[in-house]
């Protein structure tokens, strides 16, 4: 069974830092696209970016600049660093992993349980 677990919120102020990690833990032979995607209260889930499986990335306009995505395939991880942080990027954080449990198992969405990040202004 594969778990996606993420770590790595908190509570900064606005300026401030915070690197979100999630690790996938489980028989996964294949990793497709790893995505972080945030849901502030009241408001729908939204994608805050994207690593392809070959390392290229592409983010949501709320974030370029101010956060970086990375992923260490030996380690199952991927991460989200975020700089610059504002009180609007308050939300909860999850992350998304497309993978593989088998050779010829078909690719699936796996989500994390979600990690708080609050800004204050």
């Known amino acids: 069974q594969v778990q996606l677990v993420e770590s790595g919120g908190g509570s900064v102020q606005a300026g401030g830092s915070l690197r979100l990690s999630c690790a996938a833990s489980?028989?996964?032979?294949?990793?497709?696209?790893m995505n972080w995607y945030r849901q502030a209260p009241g408001k729908q889930r939204e994608l805050v970016a994207n690593?392809?499986?070959?390392?290229?990335?592409n983010y949501a306009d709320s974030g370029k600049g101010r956060f970086t995505i990375s992923r260490e395939n030996a380690k199952n991880t991927v991460y989200l660093q975020m700089n610059s942080l504002k009180p609007e990027d308050t939300a909860v954080y999850y992350c998304?992993?497309?993978?593989?449990?088998?050779?010829?198992?078909?690719?699936?969405?796996?989500w994390g349980q979600g990690t708080q990040v609050t800004v204050s202004s």
């Open positions: 489980g028989t996964i032979v294949r990793f497709n696209a």
């Open positions: 690593i392809t499986s070959g390392g290229s990335a």
């Open positions: 998304n992993m497309r993978l593989s449990t088998g050779w010829t198992t078909p690719l699936s969405d796996y």
